[in-house]
């Protein structure tokens, strides 16, 4: 991995604009363009920007290349056409994208200093060893240079992996399981590392093959092949949400006010701050954000993989002192997956999102047969109690919120 980590070049740092906020989400392209000398001062040469190809449009686009050069881990698999095409795609003014001096494609985005992601891109940054070996990759997505400005932010540079991909496009166990046992695998090596991501969801998974011109029909078709491949790989990324925690903090009974939970997607949300909770731990949401994301998109598998309902149930559970850690949800994923044979990791699959399986466990335990279900038993989660509706409800409305909050937290339950 070839290091730039906090740059700083007293004699070029003038040339780069400051930003009035990074939460301004306008087109970038006056930002980047003004940006373009200081970044190939250190190696980096954006893509071009061009008007739009539309008279009748008044904006500009990227322009992917035509050449990209192939690199090994944490680079990604780039896929070539013959011959190649370029496409376009609108700048925003958080992301853009570039190559670096030896022609690899790489994101950049715009991260504040001294915030949360600032400092866990400075903690991956220091362990590049880790990520540039196939057989200690940690599945998530590594920061290869943090070039440091002289206003309040830093351009942090990220190996190009493909997204967005589609879980229901999955064709056999084998490559479901895959996938799994990788978000796993990073939610695992984030969690160790104290950081808790708090916001999982499809699109901030990538996968490690991705097109130079960004065809994400065309990508679909790629990745048929792709996932057949011994050295595919899908990474957790994104770390906007994510919150850096010291190394003493259990997380087992780690404990945060329960406001910092609402932020990022929705739909994965365990059932852990819908009741006034006044904390919550943001390591178990996190298990429940990704049990919510498989049992939503595999739960079509249960018949093949008979240990997937248990799994789900241990990771989602709303008893919030016995839902598996990381660590253990990998441990008992491979533990009931490693005797699989090969017929029944190339069995085939037909995945369809569901959403039912989210509030109604018996979807998938009813895919199993009864003595199968006895076995599993213990880890089934009981029902939610009845006071869990009564008190949801309640705290919709807004007279009876403004009570049962500053009560719980007074109360501290």
């Known amino acids: ?36 000398p200081w970044l190939s001062r250190r190696g980096i040469e954006l893509y071009e920007i061009r008007p739009d190809e539309n008279p009748l449009h008044n904006w500009k686009n990227w322009w992917t290349p035509l050449v990209s050069t192939p690199a090994p881990l944490p680079f990604a698999r780039c896929v070539f056409d013959t011959p190649s095409k370029q496409n376009i795609f609108s700048p925003t003014l958080k992301l853009a994208c570039g190559q670096d001096s030896l022609g690899r494609d790489v994101m950049l985005k715009l991260v504040e200093k001294d915030s949360p992601e600032y400092s866990i891109y400075q903690l991956l940054i220091q362990r590049e060893d880790l990520f540039a070996d196939p057989r200690t990759f ?41 996938f799994m046992e990788c978000i ?80 990022g997607y929705g739909m994965y949300k365990p059932d852990d701050i819908y009741t006034g909770e006044p904390t919550y731990n943001p390591f178990a949401f996190d298990v429940g954000m990704l049990g919510n994301l498989f049992r939503t998109n595999f739960s079509k598998a249960v018949p093949l993989v008979t240990a997937l309902p248990a799994l789900f149930d241990k990771m989602t559970t709303h008893i919030v002192s016995q839902r598996f850690s990381a660590e253990e949800a990998l441990a008992f994923f491979k533990g009931s997956t490693k005797d699989l044979t090969q017929d029944a990791l190339e069995a085939s699959l037909e995945l369809t999102m569901e959403y039912e399986p989210l509030y109604d466990s018996d979807v998938y335990w009813s895919r199993l047969p009864s003595e199968l279900q006895a076995r599993w038993i213990c880890h089934r989660t009981p029902p939610l109690p009845r006071w869990f509706y009564v008190l949801n409800r309640l705290i919709q409305i807004p007279v009876c919120r403004r009570i049962i909050l500053p009560v719980r937290r007074c109360l501290g339950i």
């Open 184 to 263: 796993l695998q990073g939610l695992v090596y984030l969690h160790a590392n104290r950081i808790a991501h708090r916001d999982i969801f499809e699109f901030n998974i990538v996968v490690n093959c991705y097109r130079l011109d960004r065809d994400i029909e065309r990508l679909s078709e790629d990745l048929v092949d792709h996932r057949r491949r011994a050295d595919v790989l899908y990474a957790l990324m994104d770390y906007d949400q994510s919150i850096y925690l010291p190394h003493i903090t259990s997380v087992k009974h780690c404990s945060r006010p329960a406001k910092e939970a609402w932020v």
């Open 1 to 36: 991995m070839e290091q730039h980590s906090n740059l700083r070049d007293p004699a070029s740092e003038e040339g780069i604009p400051d930003i009035p906020s990074l939460a301004d989400f306008e087109t970038g392209t006056y930002f980047w363009e003004a940006a373009r």
């Open 138 to 178: 940690p599945c998530v997505l590594p920061p290869l240079a943090i070039l440091d400005t002289p206003h309040q932010y830093s351009i942090v540079t990220m190996p190009t992996w493909g997204s967005p991909f589609h879980i229901e496009e999955f064709r056999t166990v084998r490559e479901a399981l895959r």
